[in-house]
């Protein structure tokens, strides 16, 4: 037991959590829009970036308001943002109560934003289909990316703001981050669950049926439209979950860090490689991929002495070669999606039998 307790306190192992943890909600929010869903998503940065402008500069604002702090225009110069968030942390550090409202606003502001993120997505998702809907949200997310970065009063353009730190009370240094890697671990497990059920519902099934069949779904009555405007709005609200977690671990939000090569073309990857559809996978993928990036990154110094490139560009190259490895040699990915039947097995021969 002191073993294990050893080993979950090693930095190494919470950066893997937390990684771990942040990614696999934001991957499932993109299998349940792709794998489930069949809605193709090139736009999951979107919906991130937004959370985090919900946790980090929106919440924050709120906070500072409630303190009689400056909390308009002025919050986010850099200066005055970084006084104005030393005092809410000091002032947080001692109530834990108001640390966990604060941390509960955040992410039901973040929620929201997200959900609006996905219902203006569903609006280009109704007239198109495919690779032209998937472009289309690929440049949602670089415009949002691009306005936020550039325009300092929404959160400090190029420079940022730093955002209050919800997890203080707790402590700091290694008690802070081994507390915030076990919420975010299980806000993350919590989402997993839910998602299973939301599956094995009739919603889940629809989506499904809309995914490999619409013009069958849509001839027993589903409403195509709808379907897809929902699953955005589940979608972007737990994309902006991941990202308004993000936001608050690191208690920053610079825009230029939220870049489609992370928060959509890794997602992807993790997806791919675990299972599209399948949400087991999802957790087999993003695991895998957490756990060699964080490996990456803790001994990229040593790596140095034997590789001939920047150990930094090793966790590209790693994304993109197991992208072509997957779709060469086995697309269906680590754990394909399998048939689930609408009621146990048990009941179904119960239900035949009585016929």
Known sequence: ????????????????????GIFLIVTLSLNLEVGIAGVPQFGRVLAVLAG????????GRLMALYYGLPWGYEYTDIFTNLKVVEEMNRRLSSSPLESILMLLLA?????????????????????LREAYLGITLLAFGEALQTVVKYYDPIAGGTEGIMVPDVFRF?????ARFFFSSMVILAIALMIFVYLQLLLRSPFGRSLKAMRDMEIAARAFGKDIVKLRAQVLIIGGSIAAIGGALWTLYTMSLKAYTYTRVTWTFWPWAFMMLGGTGNNKGIVVGTFAFSTIRSLIFAYKTTL???IPINPNWLEYILIGLTIVLIAMFRPQGILPERPELPLPRRRIEELRASQ
């Open 304 to 306: 140095e002495s034997f």
């Open 170 to 174: 707790v402590g700091a240094g290694q």
């Open 107 to 127: 992410l039901v502001i973040a929620a929201l934003m997200g959900g609006a993120i996905g219902y203006v997505a569903s609006y280009p998702a109704i007239r």
């Open 52 to 59: 985090a402008l919900g946790a980090g500069s929106i919440a």
């Open 1 to 20: 037991m002191e073993n294990l307790m050893s080993l979950i306190l090693d930095p190494l192992s919470l950066s893997i959590i937390v990684n771990f």
